[in-house]
């Protein structure tokens, strides 16, 4: 579904990415994890479009995306989500949705044109399928509530939530349980795992080691813009380039990733 080809970013004479070269399948769930500083969120930054490539391309279902704008990718069906939260915190988790439905939405620019009739009756179903969307990742009964009010973990589902009114093929994530308590985590994973099994593709960057070797199917380590391995789970977790890159030589930072399986 995503292809990266040989991309590198340099800031000036700072080397952020070094040539990396990834294939991202269709339908599964792919994780991507290094120290932090190793190049990650410059990852999701370039296949979104917030950023060009120095050089190398980047390909979604075939076609090139570079050079692509921010909207444009939207529109090609990826979606993302940010390490802080960006939401609207004095509106409420429907009117989240509601903005996130954009041009998407039936009645939005046409409402002038349209009688009052068939104007409410687009609106309603906006509503409804804002809703539909909250009850996705587990929200519906938080619809009217101030987004500001309800916990961490539910402003991160709500961020979700958002990101799929835009309706994606592929859907990028990048730490969405930092912060988050044992309980709200395991609502997450079973979220992320619905939302797969409905057929949405995943990329997710995740620093808690329990939540990416339990939930990916295959894993991408980065280490100072290079990448150093690719696997499933069970090969990264006894990759010994990922323990010294990732985890230290330590013995006990060893037995914290061994402890995931």
């Not at 930054?45 to 060009?52: C, R, S």
């Not at 046409?110 to 009688?115: K, R």
């Not at 929200?139 to 835009?166: F, H, N, P």
């Not at 977790?237 to 890159?245: D, G, L, M, S, T």
């Amino acid at each position: 579904m995503l292809a990266l080809s040989s991309v590198s970013m340099r800031f000036g004479g700072l080397q952020v990415l070094a040539e990396v070269s990834l294939t991202i399948p269709a339908r599964g769930i792919f994780g991507l994890i290094g120290p932090n500083g190793a190049g990650k969120t410059t990852v999701f930054n370039l296949v979104t479009g917030l950023l060009p490539p120095s050089s190398g391309s980047i390909d979604f279902m075939g076609q090139p995306m570079n050079g692509m704008l921010p909207y444009q990718i939207t529109r090609s069906g990826i979606a993302r989500t940010f390490q802080n939260i960006r939401i609207f915190k004095e509106m409420t988790l429907l009117e989240n949705v509601l903005v996130a439905l954009g041009a998407g939405s039936s009645y939005r620019g046409a409402g002038i044109w349209l009688p009052l009739t068939s104007y409410r009756n687009a609106e309603r179903q906006d509503r409804e399928m804002a809703r539909d969307l909250l009850a996705k990742v587990g929200l519906a009964d938080k619809a009217e509530r101030k987004a500001g009010t309800v916990s961490y973990g539910e402003q991160r589902r709500l961020e979700i939530a958002r990101a799929l009114a835009t309706e994606p093929k592929l859907l990028l994530l990048d730490e969405p349980a930092a912060g988050m308590n044992r309980v709200e985590k395991q609502v997450l994973v079973d979220e992320i795992v619905k939302l797969n099994r409905d057929g949405l593709t995943i990329l997710i960057i995740e620093h808690d080691m329990h939540v990416i070797m339990n939930l990916c199917h295959e894993i991408a380590v980065l280490n100072f813009g290079s990448l150093i391995a690719i696997g499933p789970p069970d090969q990264i977790r006894a990759n010994p380039k990922v323990i010294e890159a990732y985890l230290g030589l330590d013995n006990g930072s060893q037995s914290k990733l061994q402890a995931t399986s």
